[in-house]
């Protein structure tokens, strides 16, 4: 059973920056593929970034483009999302999602995902 376990959350103000990380255990194999989701109060859970297994290929909102990146350390298990430039709207709870066939391009829908983080919370203040 894959287990991810995200943190780098918090309260921050509007231009700052964070970053967050996802660890996984209990992998099989290292062809997974992963993505970072985002829910905000009464939106839909939507994807923020996702990263196919090797990671050549990558897939970003478009209300997130040049602000955050998404990157991974096969050696640690570690997803990680940079966020710069936060914005107010960027405010949510942040989920990190792994995909047990990591062949093809990045998936953006959260019923394409396996296994899912407990999510950390991003909250960014005028």
């Known amino acids: 059973q894959v287990q991810l376990v995200e943190s780098g959350g918090g309260l921050v103000q509007a231009g700052e920056s964070l970053r967050l990380s996802c660890v996984a255990t209990?992998?099989?194999?290292?062809?997974?593929?992963m993505a970072w989701f985002r829910q905000a109060p009464e939106k839909e859970r939507e994807c923020v970034a996702a990263?196919?297994?090797?990671?050549?290929?990558?897939y970003y909102t478009d209300s997130v483009k040049g602000r955050f990146t998404i990157s991974r350390d096969s050696t640690k298990n570690t997803l990680y999302l940079q966020m710069n430039s936060l914005k107010p709207e960027d405010t949510a709870v942040y989920y990190c999602a792994d995909r047990t066939d990591g062949l093809g391009p990045p998936r953006t829908q959260h019923y394409d995902y396996d296994n899912w983080g407990q999510g950390t919370q991003v909250t960014v203040s005028t």
């Open positions: 990263l196919n297994w090797k990671g050549s290929s990558s």
């Open positions: 209990g992998r099989t194999s290292n062809r997974h593929a």
